[in-house]
Nanobody, 119 residues
């Protein structure tokens, strides 16, 4: 069994910064990729950023230049930092982890954390 624990989020003023973290716990797995998605009210869930096992990162065009994704391999934790936040960054942010257990791949989602960008 794998559990994802997210932290961070909340109310942020426009132009402010966001720091999220997500820790994966369990046993006997290796991480293929970790990332963050978000879902705004009335919209589909969309990719924000990913980091894969070799350390390569990608941020969506909508947040490129404002987004940094990083990880702590020893802690199985992924971090998302965003700055210059805009009201359109508001949404529920979900941690996503793809891992390998016993030669199979599994995808897990965190419960989500609300981020509201408003003055």
């Amino acid at each position: 069994q794998v559990q994802l624990v997210e932290s961070g989020g909340g109310l942020v003023q426009p132009g402010g910064s966001l720091n999220l973290s997500c820790a994966a716990s369990g046993s006997s797995f290796s991480i293929v990729a970790m990332g963050w998605y978000r879902q705004a009210p009335g919209k589909q869930r969309e990719l924000v950023a990913t980091i894969i096992s070799d350390g390569s990162t990608n941020c969506a065009d909508s947040v490129k230049g404002r987004c940094t994704i990083s990880r702590d391999v020893a802690k199985n934790t992924v971090y998302l930092q965003m700055n210059s936040l805009k009201p359109e960054d508001t949404g529920v942010y979900y941690c996503n982890v793809i891992l390998r257990m016993r030669a199979n791949r599994y995808t897990y989602w965190g419960p989500g954390t609300q981020v509201t960008v408003s003055s």
